[in-house]
């Protein structure tokens, strides 16, 4: 085809060009028009979940305004698509200040919302003003771009095209954030799925094929009556099924928060998953989003939960999935995108801070958290010093944003309530959680497997007492509180033990939790020591466990890694739980608030009922009395203090809301396995997206001045912006990355 031709007559016909494909050797174009009906269609869907349709429908009318420019955008678009019959260099105009400017013009009383999310649709969500360029109210200043528009933009297009009314929110000072936030996903989403129409029609063919809630609860019920059907008659297994009951029955409860409090081995998971079904079909929720605190607990679910439901309609997000560089872009891989999918699992991490992101690609899948179910799972690993922010917006999608919550763990933290005064105290929860599980079912003690000991007051142990006291186990686990603990009484262990901390990567710790599985499952002689990593959500079962003095949902979580399957229970035994204090060892931060909890909860009691839900709320109260902040970032300064002028920094919270606090740290990769291979393969081509993905379960963290000296040493190098362990003598193959030093304390939460 004559591109000067196709020109001419596109020129001739005043057309406005959005986006171009070439086909079959000819120009396709999409007119600005076509694409603002078309997203303003898609945002209009996704925004009337929330009660929204009308501000949807304008944000996707009028935020792509600044295309309406004859010598800025569509110069700049004809010669980055090779329309124009002289190429030449022509920089990429800002096409989105204009349409938030016509919002302040045209809706001076409604403008921040649509101005936030048309301004920041491709750069992210903006600060209301910052020190730098990158500010809204500095956009809003940009008139030449506007007055460029309003010459060439047709007026049809200039004109509002929906009613706007008031939020429809909960808690206006709180909530309107978040709903700015939505509207702003909703719109990412929308207009990347109609350019993804236009651009690539076999990829957005491949999207939103999925069976439906009621299809997925009947597999589910056919896999659960397979399951109990072949199940041995027992007091445990008859326990599993009351609990199992008791979630069906409740799943009919109007939406709101609950939780599910069960011992170790009561069957959460499954038990979970029917609750959140029948919930979700008798409320007609869209999707259900499991929330987990470890990658490792994420790929068991996920594998579980695709043979039940099928892999089409599961979608696992995190950032060590797996893909492959010749991957087609599959409809599982396209659904981490948006989580349009019906069962999403993903992290803490990824869930939490995209609820406080910026940036368009982490808020575009937001809108499809609303009107869901969200579990999440071993909720007592949310982190504390964000909780004030975490328990905000998860009041706020279940107030305004249709969203039903239900936490499972075995040592529920306290969510409700006050506790504490003067602006420092616990403020949680305003709606009630509603615990499914019942008080009269007494399972903490129907569920009893181990006896704790507990040590004497004022006595402690050393490296060398505690090794020769393990050494006199065959099957035997210790966890420690710290890396350089781990790495201290593995070295003074026989031959053989196994280690386990985030010194190793994430492909070795997987490695030797296999072989520990292997091992006790043909009941071979097996001794771990471990940081508290295996402490939530690993599937292990010892006779013996051993746990260093720490807070009692980490002795709880201990406890759950010993005779959890009940089989000494078969015998007339139970299992055995030593804690101990070790020597020299000085607890810090939020470790050492726990500790000093629990040890004044032990001085009024025998340690007998501490698995109780009653004794665990208690625990929570006094360490939350003693922590100093629930939000050490200061989000709700960032975020609440302007709600009346709507003055957001919405970019400023996303910087500093990180569950995992990484600034003093270095992530480096390592050659342990098929790493060596992935490196020298990243030599050769270069930081590929998908071999960095790959590369991801071969990194390990460590501190900047561990870093540093590595470095001075020639031990790591950097190659294209990544940092590689050269030396192999400094990757130990049982006890991962030798150093000088160690984290005082272990990193829990990975992305």
């Known amino acids: 085809m004559d591109s000067g031709k196709l020109l001419y007559e596109m020129m001739k016909e005043q057309d406005f060009i959005a986006h171009v494909r070439v086909e079959e050797d000819a120009f396709r174009i999409q007119t600005v028009k076509e694409h603002s009906v078309g997203t303003a269609t898609l945002s209009e869907s996704f925004a009337s979940v929330f009660g929204a349709a009308a501000w949807g429908k304008q944000n996707g009318w009028w935020h792509d305004m600044g295309k309406y420019t004859k010598n800025s955008f569509q110069p700049y678009i004809r010669n980055a698509s090779g329309m124009a019959v002289e190429q030449k260099v022509v920089d990429k105009p800002d096409h989105s200040s204009a349409g938030a400017i016509l919002a302040r013009e045209k809706l001076p009383g409604y403008y921040p919302p649509l101005a936030y999310c048309i301004a920041g649709h491709h750069s992210g969500l903006l600060d209301w003003t910052s020190s730098g360029e990158a500010n809204l109210n500095r956009r809003l200043s940009k008139t030449d771009c506007y007055q460029e528009m309003l010459e060439d933009a047709p007026e049809e ?27 702003f996903s909703c719109l990412v989403d929308a207009d990347y ?7 690539h029609p076999e990829q957005a063919a491949r999207r939103g094929q999925y069976d439906s809630m009621e299809t997925l609860k009947d597999r589910f019920d056919a896999y659960m009556e397979s399951l109990t059907a ?20 409740m799943a009919e409860s109007l939406p709101g928060f609950f939780s599910l409090t069960v011992p170790t081995g009561g069957g959460k998971t499954l038990a979970s998953m029917a609750w959140a079904l029948l919930h979700a079909v008798r409320y007609k929720k869209k999707r259900i ?26 979608v696992e997000h995190h950032s060590n999935l797996q893909q492959d560089s010749n991957d087609e872009r599959s409809p599982s891989l396209l659904a981490t995108e948006n989580w349009d999918a019906p069962i999403i699992v993903t992290t803490n991490v990824q869930f939490f801070e995209s609820l406080y992101a910026c940036r368009t690609s982490r808020c575009r899948k937001l809108h499809n958290i609303c009107n869901s179910v969200v579990i999440l799972d071993e909720a007592q690993m949310l982190p504390v010093e ?41 403020d949680g929860l305003k709606t009630p959680v509603t615990e499914i599980t019942s008080v009269h079912d007494n399972l903490f003690e129907a569920f009893k497997r181990v006896e704790l000991h507990w040590p004497e007051p004022g006595t402690t142990t050393n490296f060398d007492e505690l090794a020769d006291e393990l050494s006199g186990y065959d099957c035997v686990l210790c966890i420690v509180n710290t890396r350089k603990d781990a790495r201290e009484l593995y070295r003074r262990m026989p031959e053989g033990t196994l280690h386990l901390s985030r010194m190793m990567c994430s492909a070795h710790i997987m490695e030797v939790i296999k072989l520990i599985k292997q091992k006790l499952k043909d009941n071979e002689p097996v001794r771990v020591i471990s940081t508290q990593l295996v402490e939530a959500g690993v599937d292990i079962d010892f006779p013996v466990v051993y746990r260093a003095f720490a807070g009692l949902d980490s002795i709880i979580q201990a406890a759950g890694r010993c005779n959890r399957e009940g089989k000494l229970n078969h015998v007339g035994k139970l299992g055995q739980v030593f804690v101990f204090n070790l020597e020299n060892t000085l607890l810090r931060g939020l470790m050492g608030k726990g500790a000093a909890a629990l040890r004044e909860i032990l001085s009024v009691s025998d340690g007998s009922d501490l698995f109780s839900p009653e004794c665990m709320a208690q625990y929570f109260s006094l360490f939350y009395s003693n922590c100093n902040t629930f939000d050490k ?3 709700k300064g960032l975020l609440y203090k302007g709600f009346a002028e709507m003055h957001f920094m919405f970019a400023t919270a996303a910087e500093k809301f990180r569950l995992i606090d990484d600034k003093d740290s270095v992530s480096i990769l390592v050659g342990y396995g098929d790493g060596a291979t992935l490196l020298e393969e990243l030599k050769r081509i270069g930081p590929e997206f998908w071999l960095l993905r790959k590369l991801q379960q071969y990194s390990v963290s460590i501190r900047k001045w561990d870093f540093e000296e590595l470095v001075r040493c020639g031990k790591v190098i950097e190659y294209s912006g990544v940092f590689i362990l050269e030396d192999p003598n400094c990757y ?7 150093l000088d030093g160690a984290w005082v304390e272990e990193l829990l939460l990975i992305e």
């Open 193 to 199: 799925l109609d350019t993804e129409r236009f651009m």
């Open 230 to 249: 072949n199940a041995p008659a027992s007091f445990i297994n008859e326990k599993r099924a009351a609990i199992l009951s008791r979630c069906r029955k």
């Open 732 to 738: 130990d193959l049982q006890a991962g990355l030798v």
């Open 289 to 314: 989003i499991i929330v987990i605190p470890y990658t490792s607990i994420i790929v068991q679910t996920a594998a579980v939960l695709r043979d039940i439901f099928g892999a089409e309609n599961v």
């Open 386 to 426: 964000f909780l004030h922010p975490i328990l905000d917006v998860l009041q706020s999608l279940q107030a305004s944003f249709k969203a039903s919550i239900l936490f499972t763990t075995a040592t529920l933290p306290v969510f409700s309530g006050r506790i504490g005064t003067g602006p420092g105290a616990f």
């Open 157 to 183: 297009m200039q004109e509002v095209v929906a009613s706007l009314d008031q939020p429809l929110i909960d808690d206006f000072e709180k909530d309107i954030h978040q709903w700015i936030r939505m509207l």
């Open 633 to 635: 970032a200061n989000i």
